[in-house]
C-alpha cells in the first residue's frame, strides 16, 4: 500500500454566492496519476488551483506528503508549491521571453542555476519532449498551439517536480497531436516517478494517462475508480459523460 | 419594483462596489510596498523598467516640454509687453515650467506611454494564466512584475521633469532670443537670478508622485483584469485615466503644501 501524496479533505470555495467545491474528498497516491473528469464550470480548475496555492479555499485540509498546507504560513508552504508542477490549459507560457528561458525559468529564478548551465539543461528537456535545439531561442508567440503545450510541458517537468499538475493538456489540439501529448505527459511522468493530476473533458486523454478516475460534480467527487471499473459502473452520471449523451441526470445550465 | 427602488439599488451597488474596489486598491498599494522594501530584488527587470519607462520616454518628453516653454514665453510676452516688462518672460517661463509644466506634461505623457502599456501587458500575463504560472514555478509574481515598475516609476520620473526643466526653459529661450529678439546673456541672467532650489524640489516631489501612481494604477488595473481581451482593453483605458485624473489632483495639492504659507 503507497502512501498518500496528496489527500484532499472536506475541501470548501465559494466565489460569492457561488459555492464551487462543496466539500471535496480525493487522495492521489505517490506515483499515480489521477484524471479529474466533470464538465465546464464544476471547478475542475479551481481545485488545482487551491492545491497549488493560487486560490486560498475557505475551509477543508490539503494534505501534501502529510502536512496540511492550508495550516502553513506563506513561506513554509512555498516548500511544497516548489514540489509542483504545471501544464496550463494555454500553455501560459512568458511571452517576454525565449522558448529556452521559458523551460529555464524555474532553474535560472528558484535553483539559481548559472545561465549557460540552464540552457544546455532547457535543450535537453525540449529534445525529450520532441523539440529541436533551433526552437530554444524563438519566442513563444513563433509556435503552432501543439508546440508551445510541448514548451509548457518541458517548463513544468524542468524542475523535477514531483507533483505535476495538467489543466486540459489536450484542449485545442487535434486528435493526433493530443495523442502525442498524451504519450510524453505518460513518458515525463513516469520518467521522474511523479504524481500526477489531471483535469479534462477529454475522455480519449482521461483514458490513456489515467490510473485513476475521479469524477467531479457541482463541487463534489461523486464517483471515482480505475478506467476498467468506470466502463462497468451504473453511476447514471458517470454514464452519461462518458457517453457524452445530453440525456441523463445531468442537467447542462445554460 | 418601482423607479426609487431601482435608483438606490444601483445607487447602492455603485457604492458598494467603489468601497470595495477602494480597499482592494489599498491592500494593493500596502502589498507594493513591502515588497519593494523586502528581498528578493530582480536587478534585471528593474534596469529594464529603467530603461522603458525613462530612456524611451524622453522623446516626448522633449517635445512636450519644448513646446510648452515657447508657448510660454510668446503667451507672455504677448500679455505683458504692454506694461514693458519683457524681462518677466525669463521669470515666467522658468517658474511655470519648473513648477508646473514640466511635472504635469511628463506626468501626462507617461501615463499615457507607460502606464497603458503596464496595464495592457499586465492585463494580459492574467488572462493568459502567466501570472499563475509564476506562481507555480514558485516566483513571487508581485516581486516580478509589480515591484520592479514601482520602483522604476518612482525614480525615473523625477530624473525625466529634470531633463523636461532644461528643454523647457531651452524652449522659452529659443523663441525669446529668436523671435522676439531679446539679449540672450541678459536672458540667461535673469533666469539664474530668479532659479530657486524650491522650483527644482518641487518638480522632484512631483516627479517622484506621479510616477507612483502611473506604475501603481498600471500594475493595479492590470493585475485585477478580468475577461479577455474586453477586460485588458478596460484595464488600459482604466489605468490611463484613472492616473491622469489622479497626477491633476495630487498637482494641486502638492503645489498647495509647498506653495502656501
Known amino acids: 500500500m503507497k502512501e498518500n501524496k496528496i489527500e484532499i479533505r472536506n475541501l470548501y470555495k465559494a466565489f460569492g454566492k457561488k459555492v464551487v467545491l462543496d466539500g471535496v474528498d480525493v487522495d492521489v497516491k505517490k506515483g499515480e496519476s489521477l484524471v479529474v473528469i466533470g464538465g465546464s464550470g464544476t471547478g475542475k480548475s479551481v481545485l488545482i488551483k487551491c492545491i497549488q496555492g493560487i486560490l486560498t479555499p475557505d475551509s477543508g485540509s490539503i494534505k501534501i506528503d502529510g502536512v496540511d498546507i492550508t495550516q502553513l504560513d506563506r513561506d513554509e508552504a512555498e516548500k511544497s508549491y516548489s514540489k509542483m508542477g504545471m501544464l496550463f490549459q494555454g500553455a501560459a507560457l512568458f511571452d517576454s521571453l525565449s522558448v529556452w528561458e521559458n523551460v529555464a525559468f524555474g532553474l535560472i529564478e528558484n535553483q539559481k542555476m548559472p545561465r549557460k548551465e540552464a540552457k544546455a539543461e532547457a535543450i535537453r528537456v525540449l529534445r525529450q519532449v520532441g523539440l529541436a535545439a533551433e526552437v530554444a531561442d524563438l519566442s513563444p508567440s513563433e509556435l503552432s498551439g501543439g508546440m508551445q503545450k510541448r514548451v509548457g510541458l518541458a517548463r513544468a517537468i524542468a524542475t523535477r517536480p514531483e507533483i505535476i499538475f495538467f489543466d486540459e493538456p489536450t484542449t485545442g489540439l487535434d486528435p493526433i497531436m493530443s495523442d502525442v501529448i498524451n504519450d510524453l505527459i505518460i513518458e515525463s511522468v513516469k520518467g521522474l516517478g511523479a504524481t500526477a493530476l489531471t483535469i479534462t473533458h477529454d475522455m480519449a486523454s482521461a483514458r490513456k494517462i489515467a490510473d485513476k478516475i475521479a469524477m467531479l460534480y457541482k463541487g463534489k467527487i461523486i464517483w471515482q475508480g480505475t478506467v476498467k471499473e468506470m466502463d462497468k459502473t451504473d453511476n447514471p452520471y458517470v454514464k452519461q459523460f462518458i457517453k457524452g449523451s445530453s440525456q441523463g441526470p445531468i442537467s447542462v445550465e445554460v | ?261
Open chain 2, 1 to 261: 419594483m418601482n423607479f426609487a427602488e431601482k435608483f438606490l439599488r444601483r445607487l447602492g451597488k455603485t457604492l458598494v462596489t467603489f468601497v470595495f474596489r477602494l480597499g482592494e486598491l489599498s491592500l494593493f498599494v500596502a502589498r507594493a510596498v513591502y515588497n519593494c522594501v523586502t528581498p528578493p530584488f530582480y536587478f534585471k527587470l528593474l534596469g529594464r523598467q529603467f530603461l522603458d519607462i525613462g530612456f524611451y520616454s524622453l522623446p516626448v518628453v522633449a517635445l512636450t516640454t519644448i513646446f510648452a516653454g515657447m508657448v510660454i514665453a510668446l503667451q507672455t510676452y504677448s500679455g505683458f509687453s504692454s506694461y514693458g516688462a519683457e524681462s518677466a518672460v525669463a521669470a515666467v517661463v522658468l517658474i511655470s515650467v519648473t513648477r508646473e509644466l514640466a511635472p504635469v506634461f511628463c506626468g501626462l505623457m507617461v501615463a499615457g506611454r507607460i502606464g497603458a502599456a503596464m496595464a495592457a501587458e499586465i492585463g494580459t500575463m492574467r488572462v493568459t494564466e502567466q501570472i499563475d504560472a509564476l506562481t507555480t514555478l514558485s516566483t513571487n509574481p508581485f516581486k516580478y512584475l509589480v515591484t520592479p515598475r514601482i520602483i522604476a516609476g518612482v525614480l525615473v520620473l523625477p530624473m525625466l521633469v529634470i531633463v523636461g526643466d532644461i528643454i523647457g526653459i531651452f524652449g522659452g529661450y529659443v523663441v525669446s532670443i529668436y523671435q522676439l529678439d531679446f539679449n540672450p546673456a541678459n536672458y540667461i541672467n535673469s533666469t539664474l537670478d530668479e532659479l530657486q532650489t524650491i522650483d527644482i524640489m518641487t518638480g522632484l516631489i512631483k516627479g517622484a508622485v506621479f510616477g507612483f501612481i502611473i506604475s501603481l494604477m498600471g500594475c493595479y488595473n492590470g493585475y485585477k483584469s478580468r475577461g479577455g481581451a474586453q477586460g485588458v482593453g478596460e484595464a488600459t483605458t482604466n489605468a490611463v485615466v484613472t492616473s491622469s485624473i489622479l497626477i491633476l489632483i495630487f498637482n494641486y495639492i502638492i503645489t498647495g503644501m509647498l506653495f502656501t504659507k
